[in-house]
């Protein structure tokens, strides 16, 4: 009945919530004048009447910072002697800087740059261009929409295989299974580490098969530390293991399981930012958003495998999926039924 008649109405009702704010978007930039000519003090004007841009006036080198460590979506240079190359008919080449591994953000920040200053341009003269755009990425490769992805559906993987740890305890609960190991030599905590293992190496395999997919036909290269991304996963399926062990102390049965599973995982799917960027959130939701361990599992995916620009500090995102981690077992150890 939950799958028939109420998943349908929550699925249309979250995804309703999640774009409701995308006539609100606003996008954080930083407009560095090095010109102060009156046709710059224009341009500067022009760019703080969008409405999508909240325009902030940096020095150039804390303004790229500021991008690096995820706190701006561009940085735009007007660079000295631009009103006198303007005022002769010379063209003067505005850099603007970007973070590349955010393709949907650029998609819509860069058309709009290009539409302010051809405008403006306009205004001017209709030829020579005057302004002509010099697009300078952050990252040292360029990044296509699959590696934006490619971490999303780790993190979504990672997810699905440690939640779903909790059906095969329940099955065999139910089945009285459980309760005959309990009478052998087997210790119970034997038992729990097996099953960690197991999905251990699963999520190791599942690792490896994703990213080579994305290497071989997408291109897609790891530019950060193997050896912390590896750590990355143990960690999230870790804990995620831990929140379907949670599951299977609060479900008595198979059937209880499932409709949690589903409220769990499928919030997480479609408000973590695994696969729609955070700025389409409206603002009532964003303490959900930054209550969910997906949410900073992928974060941290996005910055060690393609050097994303951040939404949170990378210790941050650790301490959050560490946080998860030690609570759900906590409430599980205390409250799981052998019987």
Known sequence: MFFTLAFPVL??????LVFSGT???NYDVALVNEDDSQISQGIVQAFSQVSIFSVQDNPRDDSLQLLTDGKLKAVIILPEGLGQAA???QTTEVQVYYDGSQTSVNQIILPVVKEILQSINREITQTPVLFEISEETIQTKDMSMMSFF???????SIMFLGIYSAMPL????EKKILKRLGASPI?????IFSQVVLRLGLAVLQTVIIIVIGQLMFGVEILGNWWLLLGLVMLGTLSFISLGFLVASLAKTEEGAMPIVQLIQFPMMFLSGIFFPLEYMPDFMRPVVNALPLTYLGDAFRQVMVDGAPVFPLGVDLLVVTGWLVVCMVISVRFFRWE
Do not use: E
């Open 23 to 25: 006539d609100k978007i």
């Open 150 to 156: 490619i971490p999303g559906v780790l993190a979504m």
């Open 11 to 16: 699925f249309i009702i979250m995804f309703g």
């Open 87 to 89: 005022l002769s008919g």
């Open 170 to 173: 329940i099955q065999q609960r």
């Open 187 to 191: 210790s119970r905590s034997t038992i």
